[in-house]
């Protein structure tokens, strides 16, 4: 059973679909090594973009899905946090390709200890 909002406005996808995805990624992994920084930056932009776009059906759906949470509940902020983790890592992915492209190899903030 879907919610009402994820029922008229998205359709999750089924295992077989999601193992396809995977295997299409998993049979074209060695082409990110040809991928040049400023166009892998652009695809991380384009991902934050995208994820913006259908991160609160996205939240939406997983909450009903998983938890029946009904909407507009406190229970929301979990995946509010997993969904934030998620662009903080993004940002944090383009950071480091910025400095990549600009330094060589990213900065370590303070001192490296080994």
Do not use: C
Not at 42 to 53: P, S
């Amino acid at each position: 059973m879907q919610s009402p909002e994820t029922a008229k406005n998205n359709r999750i996808s089924s295992i077989n679909e999601i193992e396809q995805a995977l295997k299409i990624l998993h049979a074209n992994k060695d082409r990110w090594t040809a991928v040049n920084i400023g166009e892998r930056i652009k695809f991380l932009d384009k991902i934050r973009r995208d994820m913006k776009t259908v991160s609160g059906s996205w939240v939406s759906a997983w909450r009903w899905r998983q938890k029946r949470i009904p909407p507009d509940t406190f229970a929301v902020e979990e995946e509010k946090i997993f969904l934030g983790s998620i662009f903080g890592l993004l940002s944090s992915m383009r950071k480091s390709l910025r400095e990549i492209e600009k330094y060589g190899r990213p900065r370590i903030a303070g001192p490296v200890a080994v």
